[in-house]
């Protein structure tokens, strides 16, 4: 019978109640049907092929366990050409291993679908290697396969290898190499077996091979697929570890470029404001800390904490965190400029989950780092579900993210998916900024129109895709709009501009530096859009003097998006360029909205409904 709504619930609403039944894996419906492999013009050749191949990776990983004492499960690649199957349902359901990573690849005109496979016993791997035989022979033998399944899984089967370790390396490692200096710190993911007890082993054996090579497992978080370790360790025990096969990869650790500011004119702090109560907004924001003194901010920080950033204060000592906040606690502070009108209508927790540190490549631009001796997603969710829990707060602001790792296809950052569990598990809202990537130095372009379509173009292309944890599926994404694109203004009679300069993006239109989608990707034709709602977070300015070489200007504040700073010789108010200032645009809004269904509905919305009612109000 259907069911009736209570009080002041949508009473126009009925539902029926779908009869209770068994839980059931659910498949798409295939649109088309995909054609047959093409048959390998000798069938015992590619057969002993894939036989010799399987054997060489088995024999690697065994050499591998063998040198460090470990004794986990062989972990292969299998790649295929053209699947028309689910890979994952044939090694797990009829095989017995664990597929723990999936990923396609376009070369040419094939698209290349590579699994990595875990067998966790001799005999998963044994119920494997028998199926060649008979498919190199062509014996209509009845093994786990039928003849037809066997022929068009080995058909379609293209190679099978051990795990190198330039895939497993991270893509700061591969483009800085190892520190100079040791020891030094080290993100290692490992694949995690789906039993508890199996995984407890590994990590003991891995944390004593560590050790055993003089290093240390100073951290350690979960996901439902991975273990993720931090280490400190020497470049021999890093070398070492990247030969692993339980590991999925290893790099550096990130580093996360802070925000800079620009004063522009002088601003008197407005009359304090009056302290708010339980029923404003409520957001946390997860960042380098807050000045919770500051003229624009005073009462409305709830509770600051610092999670072991080394700092041992909560005060914002980068400054980051405090100009995030104010976008998070006002909105559009340049329409409160403009207007000369304060109202703060977010209060704020503000967890400090990153440090200042020295910028050796320029000296007046600090940058704002992780712990090093935690993981970033174990900091991260430390901080959420403390605030969760003791404030109740829903809302949750990340600005920061590693733009030196942008999506290419593979699988899910770690990162991105502890997001998804807290998410998921917490029901709440979290808000995380696209990423930023400079735009190449442009050449051969001379008209304003010819340089800004060319910028455009840039976004576009892989280079620019979001970056480590953006491609979070439950997280609301947020992409970077240019609110300027004149490079004078008059304040007082004077003129301010930056002299012989183009705006790198219209005004309105994606900001030169921000990152686009898709998302996280396995299936061709299940492609999830990323970023999912975008807001102002400056331009860029492309600067020529005379015959000097051009160069991308971000620091003037008519590129930069207004917000409040850490106050500086009398200056609380400045601008900051990236895609961190355009995602507290939408952490207010989500706040707000929150609030909003709360009082309208008499009790908590989910996180979907607050996710949806941001995405409606957004115009396209």
């Known amino acids: 019978m259907p069911l009736r709504p209570g009080d002041g619930q949508f009473t126009h609403i009925e539902f029926a109640r779908e009869p209770d039944r068994a839980p059931e894996r659910r498949r798409p419906a295939a649109r088309f049907k995909r054609p047959e492999p093409p048959v390998p013009?000798?069938?015992?050749?590619?057969?002993?092929?894939?036989?010799?191949?399987?054997?060489?990776?088995?024999?690697?990983?065994?050499?591998?366990?063998?040198?460090?004492?470990?004794?986990?499960?062989?972990?292969?690649?299998?790649?295929?050409?053209?699947?028309?199957?689910?890979t994952r349902d044939w090694f797990e359901e009829r095989f017995g291993a664990s597929v723990v990573d999936e990923s396609m690849e376009k070369v040419g005109d094939v698209t290349r679908h590579k699994t990595v496979v875990q067998f966790p016993t001799d005999a998963a791997l044994q119920s494997f290697r028998r199926e060649i035989t008979p498919y190199?022979?062509?014996?209509?033998?009845?093994?786990?396969?039928?003849?037809?399944?066997?022929?068009?899984?080995?058909?379609?089967?293209?190679?099978?290898?051990?795990?190198?370790?330039?895939?497993?390396?991270?893509?700061?490692?591969?483009?800085?190499?190892?520190?100079?200096d040791e020891p030094f710190y080290l993100d290692v993911d490992l694949w995690r077996p789906d039993d508890h007890g199996l995984a407890r082993e590994l990590l003991a054996e891995f944390t004593h091979v560590c050790e055993n090579a003089g290093g240390r497992v100073t951290d350690h978080v979960q996901t439902e697929s991975l273990a993720l370790m931090k280490v400190r360790c020497s470049r021999a025990l890093a070398e070492q570890i990247l030969n692993l096969d339980m590991v999925a990869r290893a790099d550096l650790p990130p580093k996360i470029a802070a925000g800079y500011t620009r004063f522009f004119v002088p601003v008197t702090p407005p009359n304090p404001t009056a302290e708010p109560d339980e029923t404003d907004a409520l957001a946390c924001v997860l960042d380098s800390?807050?000045?919770?003194?500051?003229?624009?901010?005073?009462?409305?920080?709830?509770?600051?904490?610092?999670?072991?950033?080394?700092?041992?204060?909560?005060?914002?000592?980068?400054?980051?965190?405090?100009?995030?906040?104010?976008?998070?606690?006002?909105?559009?502070?340049?329409?409160?400029?403009?207007?000369?009108?304060?109202?703060p209508k977010v209060r704020i927790c503000s967890a400090k989950i990153l440090r200042s540190e020295e910028n050796p490549m320029i000296a007046d631009r600090p940058q704002a780092v992780f712990p090093d001796r935690k993981r970033v997603e174990g900091t991260i969710e430390e901080a959420i579900r403390y605030f969760h829990e003791g404030w109740g707060c829903r809302i949750f602001n990340l600005s920061v993210g590693d733009d030196n790792e942008p999506y290419r296809g593979d699988r899910q950052f770690p990162w991105a998916e502890k997001l998804d569990e807290l998410a998921r598990e917490l029901d709440i809202v979290i808000v995380v900024a696209a990423g930023n990537r400079y735009p190449e130095i442009l050449t051969g372009q001379t008209s304003r129109k010819e340089i800004q379509e060319a910028v455009?173009?840039?976004?576009?292309?892989?280079?620019?895709?979001?970056?480590?944890?953006?491609?979070?599926?439950?997280?609301?994404?947020?992409?970077?709009?240019?609110?300027?694109?004149?490079?004078?203004?008059?304040?007082?009679?004077?003129?301010?501009?930056?002299?012989?300069?183009i705006p790198g993006a219209p005004k309105?239109?994606?900001?030169?530096?921000?990152?686009?989608?898709?998302?996280?990707?396995?299936?061709v034709a299940n492609t999830p859009v990323k970023p999912d709602l975008v807001d102002y977070g400056g331009n860029l300015a492309l600067k020529s003097i005379g015959s000097a070489t051009p160069r991308w200007i971000d620091r003037h504040f008519l590129v930069g998006e207004l917000t409040i700073q850490?106050?500086?010789?009398?200056?609380?108010?400045?601008?900051?360029?990236?895609?961190?200032?355009?995602?507290?645009?939408?952490?207010?809004?989500?706040?707000?909205?929150?609030?909003?269904?709360?009082?309208?509905l008499g009790r908590e919305p989910s996180a979907n409904l607050i996710r949806a009612l941001v995405a409606s109000t957004a115009e396209t």
């Open 41 to 86: 013009p000798d069938i015992r050749r590619h057969g002993e092929q894939i036989a010799q191949q399987t054997a060489a990776a088995i024999e690697i990983a065994g050499r591998a366990r063998q040198d460090t004492g470990l004794d986990p499960s062989p972990v292969v690649v299998v790649e295929f050409d053209s699947a028309n199957f689910d």
């Open 136 to 180: 190199q022979l062509r014996q209509p033998q009845r093994l786990i396969l039928t003849e037809t399944q066997r022929e068009k899984f080995f058909n379609s089967l293209q190679s099978v290898r051990a795990i190198s370790a330039e895939e497993r390396m991270g893509t700061r490692l591969k483009a800085e190499g190892y520190p100079d």
């Open 456 to 501: 455009l173009r840039q976004t576009l292309t892989p280079e620019h895709r979001i970056c480590n944890p953006a491609t979070s599926a439950l997280a609301l994404t947020v992409g970077s709009l240019a609110r300027n694109d004149a490079m004078s203004v008059e304040i007082n009679g004077r003129t301010i501009k930056i002299d012989d300069a």
């Open 289 to 343: 800390g807050v000045v919770s003194g500051h003229p624009l901010l005073a009462g409305w920080v709830m509770e600051e904490r610092d999670f072991d950033t080394g700092e041992n204060t909560e005060v914002d000592l980068n400054g980051h965190g405090t100009s995030v906040a104010g976008l998070v606690v006002y909105g559009n502070v340049s329409k409160c400029l403009e207007l000369n009108d304060w109202q």
């Open 566 to 600: 850490r106050e500086n010789g009398g200056r609380i108010i400045g601008s900051e360029t990236g895609t961190s200032f355009a995602c507290p645009h939408i952490t207010h809004a989500a706040a707000i909205a929150q609030r909003s269904l709360a009082n309208s």
């Open 508 to 523: 309105h239109s994606p900001s030169p530096f921000t990152r686009t989608g898709p998302g996280c990707t396995y299936k």
